[in-house]
Nanobody, 123 residues
């Protein structure tokens, strides 16, 4: 069982930056692929970024490529999402998720989920 806790969300002006963190406990973080997803009211989880268990491979949604960067520190059991050049349309609840080994872009592939952290971008 893996527990995930996100932090770092908040209110930011368009063009600004935020760094989200997701701290993991209780499981094999070092062998888990990690993903970030976001969700707005009434919609399903939208893929944002994912990283392989060893950090060698990263994947991004087209909408965030060049602006967001996912990374991980296995010694700290933490995955990060650096978000730059934020846009109003990035406003959402951001969730980290974990699955064994291979990273994917499908929310249904991920087993463990955090409670989310809200990111609000003012235009």
């Amino acid at each position: 069982q893996v527990q995930l806790v996100e932090s770092g969300g908040g209110l930011v002006q368009a063009g600004g930056s935020l760094r989200l963190s997701c701290a993991a406990s209780g499981g094999s973080f070092g062998t888990s692929a990690m993903g970030w997803f976001r969700q707005t009211p009434g919609k399903e989880h939208e893929f944002v970024a994912a990283i392989s268990w060893n950090g060698d491979s990263t994947y991004y949604a087209d909408s965030v490529k060049g602006r967001f960067r996912i990374s991980r520190d296995n010694a700290k059991n933490t995955v990060y999402l650096q978000m730059n050049s934020l846009k109003f349309e990035d406003t959402a609840g951001y969730y980290c998720a974990a699955r064994r080994f291979l990273a994917t872009m499908r929310s249904q592939d991920y087993i463990y989920w955090g409670q989310g952290t809200q990111v609000t971008v003012s235009s």
